[in-house]
């Protein structure tokens, strides 16, 4: 009981000390309400992350598009393209299209 009871002032008087509050004080506001704060950092740190996901992927889908830029460049290219997505076909000319 007198372990429990000298454990309880230490506590109590160590709370009393004034710097001890406002060191406590400035710790909360940081984190939490500043505009720097601790939530603020972690929800901008998840943005950038995901805008740099999207940086990629855009990335990706430009190489994807200047190579099928290349490819419609030149007439076969483009003839090809013409008869597969929009099975064009050339005059006396029959098209089969097969559906799986």
Request: hydrophobic fraction near 40%.
């Amino acid at each position: 009981m007198k372990k429990n009871k000298q454990i309880l002032k230490t506590i109590v008087s160590k709370v009393k000390n004034p710097y001890l509050i406002l060191i406590f004080l400035f710790v909360i506001w940081m984190l939490f309400f500043d505009s720097n704060s601790y939530l603020n950092h972690l929800s901008l740190s998840n943005s950038i992350n995901q805008l740099e996901k999207d940086k990629l992927y855009y990335k990706e889908e430009i190489k994807k598009d200047s190579i099928a830029l290349d490819e419609l460049s030149n007439p076969e290219g483009l003839e090809r393209y013409a008869r597969e997505v929009y099975h064009m076909k050339k005059e006396n000319e029959e098209i089969f299209l097969i559906s799986e």
